[in-house]
Each structure stands twice: as C-alpha cells, then as structure tokens.
C-alpha cells in the first residue's frame, strides 16, 4: 500500500472524494497542506481575496451544483474570518466542508501564535466538526465529513487539522474508504406510508387548498415532483425566498413569494386557506407573522427531511419526516391510483375565483407619478434584468431592498437559479456566491443583483475575478442608502435615517476598471434596456453596472407587525390592507 | 414540569461540549447534569433533568437527537421509572447537637461516612425531594457543605437503553 503524509493524504482523500475546487487562502498553519496542493492537478485552487469570501464562493458553488463546496483556510484569523460564510451556509442548510489549519497539537491551550479554538468558535454554526487527532486518521474523517455536509439535512461541517499531523515528513498507509456508517447518524429516508395516505385524503378533500414550499424541496432535488403533484393537484403554490424556482415562478398556478415581503396574493391565500400542505419549509418568522394568528382555519401537513423541523413553531396535523422527493413522488402515485379518489377541479372553483380577485389588487405593479418618468426604480432594473437575460440567468443577490426586489420581479422557472442568503441575511454574499455559480457553470450567464451597501462588503474579490476570468454581471442598485434600513426607519421611526445613508461612494465603474473589468452607469430609464443589452451580449468580461435608482422607494406588500397576521400588510406609503 | 433526559453519547471529546452548548444556544435550562462513561467504554451515559413544558421538551429531544454524536436517548420522565441521586453533606454537630444529627441520618438512611469531634460527613442516596427533605431536617445553620451528583435514572422493567 502506498505511504503518504496528512498532507498528501488530505489532497489525495478531496481528490477521491472528486472535489473539483478549493477555495482557500494560505498561513503558517496550511503551508504543508499548500505544499501538497501545489503538486497536483486535479484540484483546481482558488485564491480568494478575503476567506469570507471562500465560504461564499464554495456556498454559491453548491447551491448552483447541489455538490459539496471546500474551503481551506489557515488558523487563527483565517479560521475567524471564514466563520460569517459557515454561518450563513449553516442557516441555509448549504453543504459545505471547511478544513482549516490548527496550530501544532502541543500548541494547543497555550495561546500560542495564530491560536484559535476553531471547533469552539464555530460549534453554534455547524452540522458537525472534527479535530484530527491521529493524521492516520484524516481519510477516513474527510469522508465522514462530506457524508454528514451533505446527507439529510444538509449543512457546514469543520475539519480542524493541527499542523504536525500534516508534516511531510511522517508517512502513513493511504486508503480512501468507499463508504461511512456511523451508529449515531442515520438521516431518516422513507416517509410513513400511513401518514401520507393520510396527507392525500386531507387534501382531496380540500376546498381552499394551499402548497407553500421552501428550500427544502431545492436542496432535496424535488422541484420535479413538486411541479407533477401540484400540477395533477391543481391547486395554488407559493415559494419561500429560499425556495424560489421549486415550482416554475411563470406559472398559472404561482402565486408569487410569500411572507414578510410576499405577494398580496399568497399572504392572503396563506391566510384563508383550509388545507396547507408545507413541503421542506420551515414556518420561520419571516413567514408566518404572528404565530398564533398564522393560518387560523387550516390543516397543516408538513413535509420535512429533519424532524426537528416541524412543530417548532407552528404544529403539524399530519407531519411527516423523510426525504421530500420521495415522499411527493408517493403522494403522487397514490393520486394518479386508479381506485383513489380524483382531485375534484369543481371543489377549488370559488378558491381560484377568490384567488383571481385578490390578484386584480396587481400587488406588484410599479407605482409612477409623471414627473418621474425618467427616474428608474429598483423594480425596473431588475425587471430589465429579466428581459436581458430572458429568465435563464443564474442570480445571486445580497441583502436589502434589492434582494426583495430580485426576488419579486425575477421570475424563477427552474430550481438552483436563485442563490441568496435568505436565513442569516449576509450582506456581501452576493459576488463571491456568482463568483462560485459562474466557476461550475463557466458558460451560463450569471448575475449578481446587489446594493451600494452590500457590495463594498467583499468587493475587494473583483481581484479574483480579474485573476480567473469570471465574466459575471454585477448589477448594482444604487440608492445611495442603506435602502432596507432607511425603509424601516420611515415606517417605524418617523423617517429619522440613522446612519443608513452611503456617503462617499466609490466611482464603480472607475473602481471595476482599475480591476481590469469593465464599467457601465445607467442614470435614465430610457437607458436601461440598450445598455443592459449591450452588457448581456458582453460574454468574456465582468461588467459592474451602476445603475441610479430612486433612493425613496420602498419594497412593498410588507406584512404588518407586530399583532398582524398574514392578511395584514402595508401596499404602498400609507396604505394598509 | 421537570423532566429527566437520558442520552447515549459517543465517549469523544467535544460530544459533551456540544450538548450543553446546545442548551445554551436555545435558551434550554438544565437544572442538574451528571455523565460518566458506560460498560462499552466508547459510548458515555449522561443524564440531565430540565424543567420544559410539552411542546419545549419536544424540541429538545428533537434537537439533541440531531447532534451527530448522541447515539440515543430518552426521556425518562415519560414513563415509570427509577431515580436516585447521591449527596455528601459536611453538617457542624457539636455536643448536645451530635445525637439529634445522627438520628435524622438514621431516619433518613445516611450513612455517616467521616466523623470527628465537631462534624459529621453524612452520605445519602434517594429521590431529589427525599434529599431536600433531609437537608430541611437538620438543626438550622448546621450544613457546612453539600455536594450533590444529580439525578440519575433508569426506566423501569426490563428495557434498556443500548444499541
Ligand atoms: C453583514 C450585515 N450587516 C448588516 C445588515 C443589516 N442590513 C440589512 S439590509 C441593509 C442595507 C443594505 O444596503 P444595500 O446593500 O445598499 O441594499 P438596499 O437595501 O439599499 O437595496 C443592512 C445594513 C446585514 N443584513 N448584514
Ligand atoms: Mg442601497
């Protein structure tokens, strides 16, 4: 059997485990690892700018893929710095395995140079974490590591390896285990027959049905038979902002997003419905509102991979744990039975007539005096966005009223399309996670829809992108504000704007120049679309397009809280449901 | 309502930590904590008794459930079952005190494990409230020091928790 130190081990176990990428950044804590790396070709290593930006990119990579984004970064403050990007994977469920280096094991507990407790600092954030004890060890835990990152529900895991269990100079027995099985982890598969016959009685029996689905059924690879069941069902659906492209966003059935900034539409539908099946959702706050006024006449089925999911924090009539492709694949089956009763379109009839008046309220409708003919919202840029890329781009977005905007007037019609940082709401997720999209997918167009503000958090990775081509679209929706703040302070604090200005901006398109790239500012509204147009037919270079945007406009509906349910929402300045 | 969770745990380093962060990361009490490792020296047992209402003890379990580490567990508090815990109490018993001291030990089934001339180390193994009960009993400002194990607890009848 071949020898090889951790080093090379490590290398060797990502190359088996048919990594493709790294993204990482060197230390005194990694060198050997480097060392390794810098003999082989198979794995192809980026060199981010910040290692905040790592985790993005490996984030955005396993969100556009559905594979396992790596990440390696050195102890200490490459260990801290990586931590936000665990986080914000974490709070999404983003398969991801983080490997960083550790001071040497006799170090440990000294405070010694460059010492941090990775596996403490970061415990709150991963699925899992491992601290390599043995360097024999090493195969066998990086296997480990990518089965838990990516099994049920997945998540962030953190391989902390000490430096001297790297030393190039102690060899080991290499062999690269073909599987895992741990005692203590069996991520639960099948869905309880009883209770999903159960489920499809309730609903067949529905009159005012409704299916909401999160990100769930994206990362369960469901969309498919979400897509077959509601379309056999015939019932209105609604995504989370997690689970945009679940269900294709143009169609009939769609009701658009729901939740705090959801359509008039789904908010009110959520509200009246008698039936609401919940596929890989999580009821997190941002949806249902008040809790105890959430869905007030409704039977709640809920679909999810982790049981402690559901009843959280609204409880289930009939919950179900399992994977959501299999279990929606089943409900199906047992739809399309011959002997079961058949969905009974009449029964909905007087819910999609209601459904039909509650979307004559055209909710997302730009609102224009004539003066500002020429002053582009934020809506119209993402909507010229959508004519450019003719819906098929892939879009990241960061955090703010640009996001809510993308999400709102970028329709989805396929899963993994939409990648954004929904749980934790990380602002400078943007352009790392396109930079991570556009390395799986070096031909397809990938945009990312971003704020002034968010931005300036890792734009310092325009460096890397000059460094491996990356021809993204950067969209920036200038408000010259920290728009979402400012928007809040309107509604909640007398319009007193704290700190939520953006003073002294950079010149973008001087800034993205200076990188090498190229730069656009669009100021009129008659200018979005040849420029926009002009930029999409660009395809070998990054473009940072700056384009001035109302700084008064607000995301609307907004749900109305506190005390409100999700009826109650706000549909334009000063005017409530 | 108090509850007695009882969990199978791998014997690592860094389980423990991730179990009791986990409490603290969702506000999760825990009134007493005891663990140990079991006969199978790669699996620790530990017991902990938190006071959680329905829907909270649900989550718990749920939550602790999904730490990769933890093999199984049970709420004990569900079903029938045994609980002990162990106290050492170091009580002050001097003269005319001595004889009154030694009977509630008897009463209460301690065991006096030290003594010398104006103290008494007293070992006493029973339910949370008999133990409570004992140190109501002693002659006031007589305990010097107490130290407890917490509860530990196995349900009743012939199934065990194992894998
Ligand atoms: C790292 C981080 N810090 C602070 C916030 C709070 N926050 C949410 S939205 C927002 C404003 C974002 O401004 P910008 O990127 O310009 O987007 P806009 O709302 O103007 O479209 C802020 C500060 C956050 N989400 N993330
Ligand atoms: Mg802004």
Redesign the pocket.
């Known amino acids: 059997m071949e020898k090889l130190s951790g080093a090379d081990m490590l290398i060797r176990a990502l190359q088996d485990e048919g990594v493709e990428y790294l993204f990482g950044y060197p230390g005194g804590a990694v060198l050997h690892i480097y060392d390794a790396l810098f003999n082989q070709e198979k794995i192809k290593h980026i060199l981010v700018r910040h290692e905040q930006g790592a985790t993005h990119m490996a984030d955005g990579y396993a969100r556009a893929t559905g594979r396992t984004g790596v990440v390696l970064v050195t102890s200490g403050p490459g260990a801290t710095n990586a931590i936000?990007g665990i986080a914000t994977a974490y709070m999404d469920s983003i398969p991801m395995v983080v490997i960083s280096g550790q001071v040497q094991s006799h170090l440990i507990g000294t405070d010694s140079f460059q010492e941090t407790d990775m596996i403490g600092v970061s415990r709150p954030v991963v699925k899992h974490s491992f601290l390599v004890k043995e360097a024999r060890d090493i195969p066998e835990t990086i296997k480990k590591a990518f089965f838990i990152a990516s099994s049920g529900r997945p998540g962030p895991v953190v391989v902390d390896i000490p430096k001297d269990k790297t030393n190039p100079n102690d060899l080991f027995e290499y062999k690269y285990p073909k599987s895992v099985s741990l005692r203590s982890y069996n991520p639960s598969q099948k869905g309880h027959t009883g209770q999903i016959q159960k489920a499809v009685d309730l609903l067949l029996k529905a009159e005012k049905p409704m299916i909401y689905s999160g990100g769930g059924v994206i990362l369960g690879e469901a969309s498919n038979a979400l897509t077959a069941l509601t379309r056999k069902l015939g019932f209105p659906i609604t995504n989370t902002l997690m689970g945009l492209g679940g269900f294709p966003g143009t169609d009939q059935q769609f009701l658009g997003m729901l939740g705090m900034h959801g359509t008039y539409e789904a908010n009110n539908a959520m509200h009246h419905c008698d039936v609401l099946l919940a596929v890989g959702a999580r009821f997190d706050d941002r949806i249902t509102n008040t809790p105890s006024m959430f869905c007030p006449n409704a039977k709640i089925i809920h679909i999810d991979v982790d049981p402690a999911s559901i009843s959280k924090t609204i409880r289930a009539d009939i919950p179900i744990v399992g994977d959501v492709a299999v279990i929606l694949k089943e409900m199906t089956d047992l739809v399309n039975n011959k002997k079961s009763k058949k969905p009974d379109k009449t029964l909905i009839s007087k819910w999609w007539d209601q459904i039909a008046l509650w979307r004559e309220q055209d909710c997302l409708k730009i609102k224009r005096t004539a003066e500002d003919d020429q002053i582009i919202k934020?809506q119209d840029g993402v909507k010229a966005v959508y004519e450019a890329t003719r819906g098929e781009a892939f879009v990241t977005s960061?955090?703010?009223?640009?996001?809510m905007f993308a999400a709102l007037y970028y329709p989805f019609d396929e899963p993994r399309k939409w990648i954004n940082s929904g749980g934790l709401?990380?602002?400078?997720f943007g352009l790392p996670s396109a930079m991570g999209a556009q390395i799986a997918f070096p031909e397809s167009t990938v945009v990312c829809i971003?704020?002034?503000?968010?931005?300036q958090?890792n734009i310092q990775e325009l460096s890397t992108c000059s460094q491996y081509e990356l021809p993204i679209k950067i969209i920036n929706?200038n408000?010259q504000?920290?728009?979402?703040?400012?928007q809040w302070q309107d509604m909640q604090y007398e319009g007193r704007h704290s700190h939520?200005y953006?003073d002294s901006l950079p010149d973008f398109v001087g800034l993205a120049e200076s990188y090498g790239h190229k730069g656009f500012k669009i100021q009129s509204r008659s200018d979005l679309e040849p420029v926009l147009n002009e930029v999409f037919s660009i395809k070998d270079k990054l473009v940072f397009v700056d384009i001035m945007v109302d700084p008064k406009e607000h995301v609307y509906p907004m749900l109305v809280a506190p005390n409100g349910s999700m009826r109650d929402m706000w549909l334009e300045k000063g005017v409530r449901t | 309502m108090r509850r007695i969770v009882s969990v199978l745990l791998e014997n690592e380093s860094g389980a423990l930590s991730r179990l009791i962060g986990l409490f603290a990361q969702r506000g999760y009490n825990i009134e007493t904590l005891t663990v140990a490792p079991t006969e199978d020296h790669t699996l620790s047992r530990l017991t902990l008794t938190t006071v959680a209402g329905d829907d909270e003890i649900e989550q718990i379990t749920k939550q602790v459930n999904k730490l990769v580490e933890v093999v199984k567990l049970v709420d004990l508090s569900e079903g029938d079952h045994v609980e002990r815990e162990l106290m050492l109490i170091k009580v002050k018993a001097k003269n005319d005190q001595r004889e009154e001291i030694k009977r509630v030990a008897d009463i209460f089934r301690g065991q006096i494990v030290d003594v010398v001339h104006d103290a008494y180390t007293i070992q006493l193994t029973g339910t949370s409230e008999k133990i409570d009960a004992f140190v109501k009993a002693l002659p006031q400002d007589s305990v010097a020091e107490v130290v407890r194990s917490g509860v530990l607890g196995l349900s009743r009848g012939e199934k065990a928790l194992s894998i």
Request: glycine content about 20%; cysteine-free; aromatic content about 0%.
């Open positions: 936000t934020p960061d955090v703010g009223q640009h996001q709401g990380t602002m400078g971003t704020g002034e503000g968010s931005i958090m929706l408000n504000s920290l728009g979402m703040v400012k939520s953006m």
